[in-house]
């Protein structure tokens, strides 16, 4: 199953499971991932599926990037792509990532956020 892993300060903080279900990103307490930040949205990001894609989508004010670009319409995730909401960080993994897959990826990184909590 496709995951999400979440850093803050450089260092791993969660990891969520992508079923087929929505997954929306934000500040709201009702988000699968809940990101008490106001530089975050409400509901700020959303990840659906298409087959076997994960796509995202940005549907908050405060927009979201994807490998430091910012996203304009959906997007499909690759292996590695990582995803800046605010000063968080977080990397897409797919099921069937390969070691060759994670050697070729490059992280970006921003400036470490003061707080995380879930």
Known sequence: ???LDMYANYELQASFKLDDNDFVL???????VSIPDSKV??????????GDDKI???IGLNGTK???KAIESP???QAGDA???ASYIL?????????????????ISRAPPKTLVL
């Open 1 to 3: 199953m496709a995951r």
């Open 26 to 32: 934000g500040r709201d307490a009702s988000c699968v």
């Open 41 to 50: 949205s409400r509901k700020h990001a959303i990840i659906t599926s298409k």
């Open 56 to 58: 995202i989508e940005n």
């Open 66 to 68: 994807v490998n430091g």
């Open 75 to 77: 997007y499909t995730l």
């Open 83 to 85: 995803i800046f909401i």
């Open 91 to 107: 990397v897409y993994q797919p099921e069937d990532i390969t070691e060759t897959d994670l050697d070729s990826t490059t992280i």
